[in-house]
């Protein structure tokens, strides 16, 4: 669905709605199912995140279609000292402040791998050309089925941009799943000696302090014990916002990064049966970087509406394909390969495709029940507000 709004019924929270409709994803749900609402509730500081209203829309929706919803994401990696989501509860908490609630979004609200990050379940992945095995966050693995509400937007450490692959196979994935994905492999980061200014930095007692296994050392210049290094990526998140990227990947890290996200992606799917997942893509406040920064950019590229699927190929490729049509800007600034993850998933998800064909859904206007306008109607007919003018009943001059 396009991403203008014409009238009334045409707001994209109704567009959401519709799209669940038409796509009759409530065939798929049993009375009583347990239905993940997997979204984004933004990091502290940033805006731009789906707001609330998305969340609520699909909620209520589940309800009507007879299952039990409840909105949900995952702890994260402490990828540098401002992280407001690293625990179950300072996520819940975040969540709050950005406007999720049990009351806001109308269904519970969830951290699906607990406090620490640690409640998951394995999956063996004999498939997987890099993982062999991955652990979902359990409130999602032990879920009947689920809507991936996803912020599709660009990223400057994904291929480029950031949609329902990533969403699923970053943000489904518990801490341990996130370190399969991110550090699996003894992968450790390269130092760029001549960019560090040691000690003379602003910022070199936060560089020590940022690292949870006490690896780093600051003298002239910084140092890292490759013994103690678990890859956590704290040091190159932090100097990468506020140092001269002094600690960096390795070279060639990214590619293996984004198979690994498709491979932790087909993981969690396994957990449900066909039919039982669709994908929602809204491209709004398109981004350059994603919503786990503690800040957001201005929009750069234009409002381009929601697109809905089954198949997690076809709706990244078509949003993606979506963007490169409406700029000649790409969605990274970086010269990376767009479709890394797009075809370490085609390599797996034998059910899913990047060929595809778009079909427009024009919006539907549904009048509300009548009876909503009792209570109005009962207000004006007792207490209007001009009702003590003169001439009230009248054509007043």
């Known amino acids: 669905m396009d991403a203008v709004s014409r009238g009334y019924g045409e707001s994209w929270v109704d567009k959401t709605r519709l799209l669940l409709d038409v796509a009759r994803f409530a065939r798929n749900i049993e009375m009583g199912d347990k239905v993940a609402i997997k979204t984004h509730m933004g990091e502290e500081g940033n805006v731009e995140y789906l707001p609330p209203p998305f969340a609520r829309a699909i909620a209520s929706w589940v309800k009507e279609a007879g299952g039990q919803p409840f909105l949900t994401d995952t702890t994260t990696l402490p990828y540098h000292p401002w992280t407001s989501r690293a625990t179950g509860s300072d996520h819940l908490r975040t969540a709050a402040g950005n406007g999720f609630t049990p009351e806001t979004v109308g269904c519970p609200v969830v951290v699906a791998d607990g406090e620490d990050g640690l409640d998951d379940c394995e999956v063996e992945l004999p498939e997987g050309s890099r993982l062999r095995r991955q652990f979902v966050a359990k409130a999602i693995a032990d879920a009947d089925a689920m809507v991936v509400l996803t912020h599709f937007k660009g990223h400057g450490i994904s291929p480029g941009f950031s949609g329902s692959i990533k969403n699923v196979g ?75 990227f002094a600690i960096g990947f390795p070279h060639g890290y990214k590619e293996e990064e984004h198979t690994r996200i498709a491979e932790s992606a087909y993981a969690c799917l396994r957990r449900f049966k066909p039919g039982k997942v669709l994908f929602v893509n809204v491209m709004k406040n398109l981004t350059a970087g994603c919503d786990c920064m503690p800040w957001a950019g ?16 076809a709706v990244d490729q078509s949003s993606l394909d979506l963007v490169d049509q409406s700029s000649a800007e790409k969605p990274s600034g970086e010269d990376l390969d767009l479709l890394i993850q797009l075809r370490a998933g ?10 595809y064909a778009l079909t427009r859904v024009e919006p539907r206007f549904t009048p509300p029940p009548l009876k909503q306008m009792e209570g109005i109607r009962r207000m004006y007919g007792e207490r209007h507000p001009v009702r003590w003018l003169p001439g009230f009943g009248r054509c007043l001059t």
Request: net charge positive; proline share 4%; glycine share 8%.
């Open 170 to 244: 970053v943000g489904c994935a518990s801490k341990r799943g996130k370190y399969m994905i991110h550090a699996a492999g003894g992968i450790q980061p390269v130092l760029n000696l001549e960019r560090c200014k040691g000690r003379s930095c602003d910022y070199w007692r936060v560089c020590e302090a940022c690292c949870p296994e006490k690896a780093i050392v600051i003298g002239d210049t910084v140092q890292i014990d490759r013994e103690r290094c678990v890859f956590c990526f704290s040091c190159i998140n932090l100097c990468a916002g506020i140092g001269k």
């Open 298 to 313: 201005a929009p750069r590229w234009p409002n381009l509406g929601i697109v809905a699927s089954y198949d997690l190929l």
């Open 346 to 355: 085609e390599r797996l998800l034998r059910d899913c495709s990047r060929s």
